[in-house]
């Protein structure tokens, strides 16, 4: 079975300028989650999604959005980047939405902003 | 969010057992405790999680004490591949299901 893929792998912007990312779950996975890695602030998490609908949210600005398809692949969005946005940006899917479940991590997105 | 402690760092020998320690003594009845980890350069990978009995899977074994305030992840055998940042995090059943990760127990293992 295909693991979380994440496209791109790595990417380089400059401030001001828009970015999505893009995240394709393990083949039966109905929820996503996005997470933001740094090193002064660690993992965090964004959002979570599952049958289309966003089920959580973490405590970041409305520049970070993101969705779901209906064949469970999820994008997240970026605008007007800023400096402090250059992370490893980390996917997850799992099959469902109970607390028991385990996530699976692609390998993440790796963002700079210059 | 109910909090975890671990250790920043620990040592350990190839080969030889490692128990991982952690603290969650405001740790509510329906809380689930997980165990990620993140080797270098990847993203973090499922360990193990319980709720009250001790598990056991082909990674690792949890012990949890029986009031719940505290957990240990067990490596049988460390390996070099086993080096990595260790998180325990706790899980709610309800409201927001998303792992809080903390800082987590970086271990290095010693050939």
């Known amino acids: 079975k295909a693991g979380v893929t994440q496209t791109p792998r790595y990417l380089i912007k400059t401030r001001g300028q828009q970015v999505t990312l893009s995240c394709s779950p393990i083949?039966?996975?109905?929820?996503v989650s996005w997470y933001q890695q740094t090193p002064g602030q660690g993992l965090q998490f964004l959002f979570e999604?599952?049958?289309?609908?966003?089920?959580n949210k973490g405590n970041f600005p409305g520049r970070f959005s993101g969705r779901q398809f209906s064949n469970s692949r999820s994008e997240m969005n970026v605008s007007t980047l800023e400096l402090g946005d250059s992370a490893l940006y980390l996917c997850?899917?799992?099959?469902?939405?109970?607390?028991?479940?385990?996530?699976?991590f692609g390998p993440g997105t790796r963002l700079t902003v210059l | 969010d109910a909090k975890t402690t671990q250790p920043n760092s620990m040592e350990s020998n190839e080969e030889e057992p490692v128990h991982l320690p952690c603290n969650h003594s405001?740790?509510?009845?329906?809380?689930?405790i997980h165990w990620y980890r993140q080797l270098p350069s990847q993203g973090p990978e499922y360990v193990i999680h319980g709720l009250t009995s001790n598990v056991n899977n082909r990674m690792a074994s949890l012990a949890i004490a029986e009031d719940r305030k505290s957990s240990t992840l067990i490596l049988h055998r460390a390996t070099l591949r086993d080096a990595a940042v260790y998180y325990c995090i706790l899980r709610e059943d309800t409201g927001r299901r998303a792992l809080t990760f903390g800082s987590g127990t970086r271990l290095q293992v010693q050939p």
């Open positions: 405001t740790i509510s009845g329906t809380d689930y």
């Open positions: 997850a899917s799992s099959f469902g939405l109970a607390v028991y479940n385990e996530q699976f």
């Open positions: 999604y599952f049958s289309e609908t966003q089920r």
């Open positions: 083949s039966g996975h109905r929820s």
